[in-house]
T-cell receptor
């Protein structure tokens, strides 16, 4: 199983709503990420979880709240979003390998994303 | 100067052409280099993953990393219409648990 699964695929929410994005991986990866991607732009890092602990927060507004309940799951809780927060939200996971473990397979695996529209 | 620069494109080639995509970077501490392909409205798909300098080949795709010149390339041989997508270079300081820094991406169109 080499997939990162994100739900829902599409989400429309009002500015006063509370919703959550979910991400799941069963590759045994111990690092998980949230990225935000606007149209025709590269993904921008929001959060990094390493061994279920938040290790990087790229100065993301508090209306985005990440949660890592266990090593396979990553959530992003949304509250009081703005229309400019509409974007594709991508989850990714990765596993660090050293040269002895072999680098033939590696990299960051992305999910298909949740397309979020804030109205 | 941006950390990662990628040719802006778009790029249009006939089917069967050899495609060369390039990125330059400024941070000599980057050690892991990746190429992603992204179809419209989908997440990025990892194509190639390399550590440090050298070449790596996988089917019709070859990735090259030249750390001395801070330059990476992706070559696509015998390009197919199904290769039409946006290609993103990305790099990181470590193999995991760190930020991926992306190029802006280049949109490739392969004409039948």
């Amino acid at each position: 199983d080499t997939e990162v699964t994100q739900t829902p695929k599409h989400l429309v929410m009002g500015m006063t709503n509370k919703k959550s994005l979910k991400c799941e991986q069963h590759m045994g990866h111990r690092a998980m990420y949230w990225y935000k991607q606007k149209a025709k732009k590269p993904p921008e890092l929001m959060f990094v979880y390493s061994y279920e602990k938040l290790s990087i927060n790229e100065s993301v507004p508090s209306r985005f709240s990440p949660e890592c309940p266990n090593s396979s799951l990553l959530n992003l809780h949304l509250h009081a979003l703005q229309p400019e927060d509409s974007a594709l939200y991508l989850c990714a996971s990765s596993q660090e390998r050293n040269r002895r473990q072999g680098l033939g397979v590696g990299g960051y695996t992305f999910g298909s994303g949740t397309r979020l529209t804030v109205v | 100067q941006k950390e990662v620069e990628q040719d802006p494109g778009p790029l249009s080639v006939p089917e069967g052409a050899i495609v060369s995509l390039n990125c330059t970077y400024s941070n000599s501490a980057f050690q892991y280099f990746m190429w992603y392909r992204q179809y419209s409205r989908k997440g990025p798909e990892l194509l190639m993953y390399t550590y440090s300098s050298g070449n790596k080949e996988d089917g019709r795709f070859t990735a090259q990393v030249d750390k001395s010149s801070k330059y990476i390339s992706l070559f696509i041989r015998d390009s197919q219409p199904s290769d039409s997508a946006t290609y993103l270079c990305a790099m990181s300081l470590t193999g995991a648990n760190s930020k991926l820094t992306f190029g802006k991406g280049i949109t490739l169109s392969v004409r039948p």
